[in-house]
Nanobody, 120 residues
Framework: QVQVVESGGGLVQPGGSLRLACAASGSIATINVMGWYRQAPGKQRELVATISTRGRTNYADSVKGRFTISSDNAKNTVYLQMNSLKPEDTAVYYC??????????????WGQGTQVTVSS
């Protein structure tokens, strides 16, 4: 089985910064991509940023220039550095990874989510 665990959420003032981390563990043969989605109250879950194992990144327009995604492939870990945070960034942030578990077909796995609140 594959486990995905996030950390680093919390309360921050507008203009502040937070760093999220996510680690995938378990019977993993290969990881294709890791990334972050978020879901605000009353809204659909939306893409924030993704990174492939080759380092190719993709960002939502709303976070470009403010958020940076990075990864440590040796540790199956992905990070999201969030700067210049705005109240509209408030949401539950979910880590996701596309993984080929050992002896099983490739699939997408999700973490439990971590709350990010931007408020004065």
């Amino acid at each position: 089985q594959v486990q995905v665990v996030e950390s680093g959420g919390g309360l921050v003032q507008p203009g502040g910064s937070l760093r999220l981390a996510c680690a995938a563990s378990g019977s993993i043969a290969t990881i294709n991509v890791m990334g972050w989605y978020r879901q605000a109250p009353g809204k659909q879950r939306e893409l924030v940023a993704t990174i492939s194992t080759r380092g190719r990144t993709n960002y939502a327009d709303s976070v470009k220039g403010r958020f940076t995604i990075s990864s440590d492939n040796a540790k199956n870990t992905v990070y999201l550095q969030m700067n210049s945070l705005k109240p509209e960034d408030t949401a539950v942030y979910y880590c996701t990874t596309v993984v080929s578990p050992i002896g099983q077909p490739r699939g997408r796995y999700w973490g439990q989510g971590t709350q990010v609140t931007v408020s004065s």
